[in-house]
């Protein structure tokens, strides 16, 4: 039976695996456990600061709300990869990867109709409302949406570093996983090859069943341990190395980009990522074709443009090693991460592949060792189809290129370089786009929609062909295009900019304290004394509680929790007008100090807003049922009591309200 996960090595690669792992498979009920292993004594690389929409869903599935996330990561919206002198280096030459398809993009492909009657317009501002909310810095949603609700896709620019740290306290603290910190100094192994536990310096041997490998390009079980071959990708993808930086804005209120800015260069291409605090910058680029000096030199003109003092960054030196291991999935041992492969941080692939990784294990986990090998041969096929797939759409943007000012872009289009997949691929596009029609695998890392903005972004031509109603056609075109053009007129005035939306979120207070002694307006209060005679009617729908006053404890109802709850309290206000004389005197004051006791309501929402309430006091039941039992109650003393105490179940229909409220 499998019930020991042991994830070797942290940063994003190990704790989204953990997380994801442990939110799918552990709970109280079962024995099944998550261990993550990691060194206090190796730094985390830390690139990988751009996601694709598939976070979105991640978060959710881990129990992270949107609102943490954004203000504990630095986090931005993201909503496309802008490419900035890919095609010809001529003024100009720019176009949009945008997440979110084309228009209608499940019922007509829109490439021919931009073809033949708009490709004087990019394509990808003819088929969409993204690439106009990107050029004018918009976010993809508006604040009152909530968590996770959007008008427009959208993944995250986040600080990778403050990432691992938010899912290492999610993970332990919400998740169950347990965390050593500690180094390992050994791997021992079963008679059958199979890893038996991971020895380590302070905490001794660690046993598992499944020995997840997330230690980075060290590859400490997969590559070390077990060998498994690395398949180098340098004669398809050139790019070999990498400088960072990390640029401040001029100002607090600089405009934050919507979208990932990859500004060829004469042999590779600079990433600009807006996060709200500061810009994320580097340049990759082959070491064949340029020396590093010479890059550096590149990538300081460049900041040149828009930073004073670049001097006084800081910059950093990495190495890439494109390629993949031949193996995934060997014995009790997956690799995931960098220990499994990395390419190029062109189209934002390395976070996207750990999150792939982690759902397939979390969603096949093998039941017992005998299943094991069966699961872990399919899925190191899918894996390996969905690396050559990444290979193919990252080569795709090189191929396209007309540039011809370095031989970096002449060899790039060598067909040499090219794989046979992409040439197949290539061929059937000259006759007919990649369309949403099922020929591409349900395992292609990127839809059909990401070809056609890259094919048509790039100027790439697709024969007309007669396949399909072309009359028909025609008029589904059209239409979508007009659709699309009615959004562009009306939209970009209802959204926020990037950077507008970001200070709205990150205000937002995620701890609030309710005092209930201190007096405020009825308007504004969260609570409202309980009008004369309505106790019976109030209490079905509310929490009664008792509040002290000079002349005693008076019953008060709970409406509410923040703003937002406010406005659903408001609707229940004009569907029940019984509730209007919110000033009305206080109802049956209960001067007994013995039968009363003070109680904190400490209250969490989805979004993970810690509210709460304190000056509340509820009658003591046990309290109760000895007074009542020695003295004689009068009818109203006794309903007052009983109801108040059956009203305190709604405490719970209140944090639905307020959740609703914010669409979580």
């Known amino acids: 039976m499998i019930k020991s996960i042991v994830v070797l090595g942290g940063g994003s690669a190990g704790w989204l695996t953990a997380c994801l792992i442990a939110a799918k498979h552990v709970n109280e009920n079962s024995p099944f456990s998550v261990t993550l292993v990691e060194s206090p004594n190796i730094p985390t690389i830390g690139v990988g600061e751009g996601t694709w929409p ?46 979110t398809p084309p228009q209608s993009f499940d019922q007509i492909s829109l490439g021919r109709a931009w073809q033949q009657q708009y490709s004087d317009k990019p394509f990808a501002e003819t088929v969409c409302l993204q690439a106009l909310l990107c050029q004018q810095k918009r976010a993809p949603k508006q604040l009152n949406l909530g968590d996770f609700k959007t008008i427009e896709n959208y993944g995250y620019h986040l600080n990778a570093s403050k990432f691992s740290q ?33 020895t380590t310096k302070e905490h001794g041997d660690i046993n598992g069943d499944l020995f997840i490998d997330c230690s980075g390009q060290a590859a400490a079980l997969i590559g070390k341990h077990y060998q498994v071959p690395f398949i180098s990708k340098k004669e398809v993808l050139f790019i070999d190395k990498a400088i960072t930086v990390q640029v401040p804005y001029p100002c607090e209120k600089a405009p934050v980009e919507s979208a990932t800015i990859s500004t060829a260069q004469s042999a590779g ?6 996060l709200p605090n500061r810009r994320g910058v580097g340049h990759v680029f082959s070491t064949k074709y340029t020396t590093i000096e010479a890059a550096t030199a590149q990538l300081k003109s460049y900041l040149a443009q828009s930073v004073d003092n670049i001097e006084q960054l800081t910059f950093r030196t990495l190495d890439i090693n494109p390629g993949y291991r031949a193996t995934f999935w060997h014995k009790n041992c997956v690799a995931v991460g960098m220990s499994s492969g990395f390419l190029e941080p062109l189209e934002a692939s390395a976070l996207v592949m750990v999150e792939l990784a982690a759902k397939t294990l979390a969603l096949q986990m093998p039941a017992s060792r005998e299943a094991m090998d069966v699961i872990a ?61 099922g020929f591409l695998s349900p395992y292609d890392l990127f839809p059909a929609a990401s070809y056609q903005y890259i094919l048509y972004g790039m100027g790439f031509n697709t ?88 002349s005693g404890y008076s019953p008060i109802y709970l409406t509410h929790l923040t703003d937002q ?62 007074f009542k039992s020695s003295q004689q109650c009068s009818a109203k003393l006794t309903e007052l ?16 309200k307020e959740n609703k409220a914010r669409n979580i």
């Open 54 to 99: 598939t976070m979105v869903n991640t978060l959710q599935q881990i129990g992270i709300s949107e609102l943490t996330f954004i203000q504990r990561c630095d986090a931005s919206f993201k909503q496309a990869s802008k490419f900035v002198n890919w095609v010809n280096n001529k003024p100009g030459d720019e176009y949009y990867h945008p997440f």
């Open 463 to 550: 024969q007309v062909n007669c396949l399909g109603n072309e009359t028909e056609l025609a008029k589904l075109s059209n239409n979508a295009i007009e659709k699309v053009k009615s959004r562009q007129r009306k939209m970009p005035a209802l959204l926020p900019t990037n950077r507008e939306i970001l200070t709205q979120i990150n205000q937002l207070n995620r701890e609030i304290t309710i005092d209930i002694t201190q007096e405020n307006l009825p308007t504004s209060q969260p609570w409202q004394y309980v009008p004369n005679n309505h106790l019976s009617k109030v209490s079905q729908q509310y929490p009664v509680f008792f509040k002290k006053t000079t």
């Open 269 to 274: 291409w600079i990433w600009d990522i807006g």
């Open 377 to 437: 041969r399919q899925y190191n096929k899918n894996m390996t189809f969905r690396w050559q797939r990444i290979i193919d759409f990252l080569k795709l943007h090189y191929v396209l290129s007309k540039r011809g000012d370095s031989d970096f872009w002449r060899d790039n289009r060598d067909p040499a370089t090219i794989p046979d997949s992409l040439k197949e691929l290539l061929t059937l596009w000259q006759y007919q786009p990649p369309e949403n029609n």
């Open 641 to 656: 009591v009983e109801l108040t105490m059956s009203s305190l179940q709604h405490v719970s229909r209140l944090i639905a």
């Open 565 to 626: 709850g406010k406005l659903l309290h408001a609707d229940d206000i004009n569907r029940k007008r019984y509730l209007e004389n919110t000033n009305a005197t206080t109802l049956l004051p209960v001067n007994d100090d013995e039968l009363l006791e003070p109680v904190k309501l400490d209250i969490r929402l989805n979004d993970d807003t810690a509210i709460k309430v304190t000056g509340l006091y509820v009658f003591q039941q046990i309290k109760w049922q000895q």
């Open 166 to 198: 938010l899912l290492t306290e999610h993970g332990t603290e919400k998740l169950s996983v347990k965390h050593i910190l500690d180094d390992v100094i050994a791997v021992k192994s079963k008679s059958n090859g199979d890893i038996a536990s991971l």
